[in-house]
């Protein structure tokens, strides 16, 4: 194993990797192992000069995701990709959250394209006052909009304006989400390694601070635990995001493309990722 080389898979805007995944890089070294960030949208370096790419701040993906699947599977085709490119493009369109909640998995309640008419009809139908309407194909809430129930002229010019990009899926503002806050658990070649609490999108004045460390409940991680046993091939690296919903953690997002995995948060995270990576070329 000495001597091999990890590529790193980062964006443009990251050419140096990020802080959080900076911190990969000495306890890689320490296995032997020869880390290089590797911007996905540039041609080098060849893929077969690398014995494994993985895939972390790919950030800007969801902008060119035909281009960055292709890329997967080019990458994937020449040497060993983590996570695998078919997980890469199952993971990409939020409509996987439909296929897991028909496979009786708890995922925050949710009105999907085909179901949608009238955004404001939703809306009135389900009771919801506010909801948050999002692309199918977005990262970090980008896209995201909040709706009220008493602007239904904005409303539908938002689904318009929306739809005209693809796909789109509408939600519920929960206020589980500002108090006690959306609550991200991370997992590393499948075991559970920390948790940290992540800051709401449309609360401003929200006291919570993005990447608090948090002790997650039994209940949560046992949640978090069957939704990832949802996910094959076991992937090396994932963080489920629930919040809470009439006291009963549900699914918001599993992230298994570019997560950020808060490794800062945690000592020793880095080490036990470091650690997985070395076993998968082993």
């Known amino acids: 194993m000495s001597g091999r080389t990890v590529g790193l898979a980062t964006w443009a805007g990251l050419p140096d990797l990020g802080p959080d995944d900076r911190l990969l890089l000495g306890p890689l070294a320490q296995r032997g192992l020869r880390p290089t960030p590797v911007v996905w949208s540039e041609p080098a370096p060849d893929p077969a000069s690398l014995d494994l790419v993985v895939v972390r701040s790919t950030w800007d993906y969801h902008h060119r995701r ?35 909640e028909e496979r009786g998995l708890p995922v925050v309640p949710t009105v999907w394209d085909d179901e949608i008419s009238s955004a404001t009809g939703v809306l009135r139908e389900r009771g919801w006052a506010r909801a948050v309407l999002k692309p199918c194909v977005s990262a970090s809430g980008e896209g995201a909009v909040l709706l009220e129930a008493d602007a239904p002229a904005r409303n539908e010019e938002e689904l318009g304006r929306l739809r005209a990009r693809g796909a789109v899926m509408l939600q519920p503002f929960l206020d589980g989400a500002v108090e006690p806050g959306e609550r991200s658990l991370v997992f590393l070649d499948g075991r559970f390694s920390h948790a940290v609490l992540r800051a709401p999108k449309f609360a401003d004045g929200s006291p919570l601070r993005d990447g608090a460390p948090l002790a997650p409940s039994a209940t949560e991680r046992d949640t978090a635990g069957r939704i990832l046993a949802a996910v094959q091939p ?41 650690e997985a990576i070395a076993r998968r070329l082993s």
């Open 66 to 100: 035909n281009d960055f699947l292709r890329w997967a599977e080019r990458v994937g085709a020449r040497t060993r990709l983590l996570n695998d490119a078919a997980t890469l493009r199952w993971n990409s369109d939020k409509r996987y959250l439909r296929e897991l």
């Open 234 to 274: 076991l992937p090396l690296y994932a963080r489920v995001d629930l919040v809470p919903v009439d006291g009963t953690p549900r699914l918001m997002e599993l992230e298994l493309i570019e997560p950020l995995l808060y490794l800062g948060a945690q000592p020793g995270s880095a080490e036990q990722l470091a």
